[in-house]
Nanobody
């Protein structure tokens, strides 16, 4: 079993930055895909970024939604079992509950990394509010 705990959300003005963290416990990272999803009131949950890697690799394959490309960056720290989402140039439309997700499999195709059903583990969410 894997537990995911998000942190780093909060209130920020438009143009500002936040860094979300997702700490995983219960199992050491091997080959994984981890994603950041968000859900705004009245909207479906959507994948904004994902990273996939195989055991022993130092990098990973990344995916970004068009709406966040160039502003958000996903990264991982194997030693800390943590995945980060650096969010820059935040806009009011980025306001949402952000969720971390994980699955013990390497996916490199955009179809699978964007699907909610791909992921077996979910965090409890952290709220991001961007004021105009």
């Amino acid at each position: 079993q894997v537990q995911l705990v998000e942190s780093g959300g909060g209130l920020v003005q438009a143009g500002g930055s936040l860094r979300l963290s997702c700490a995983a416990s219960g199992r050491t990272f091997s080959s994984w895909t981890m994603g950041w999803f968000r859900q705004a009131p009245g909207k479906e949950r959507e994948c904004v970024a994902a990273i996939s890697w195989t055991a022993g690799s130092s990098g990973g394959s990344t995916y970004y939604a068009d709406s966040v490309k160039g502003r958000f960056a996903i990264s991982r720290d194997n030693a800390e079992n943590t995945v980060y989402l650096q969010m820059n140039s935040l806009k009011p439309e980025d306001t949402a509950e952000y969720y971390c997700s994980a699955v013990r499999r390497y996916y490199s195709d955009y179809f699978n990394v964007r699907r909610l059903g791909t992921y077996d583990y979910w965090g409890q969410g952290t709220q991001v509010t961007v004021s105009s």
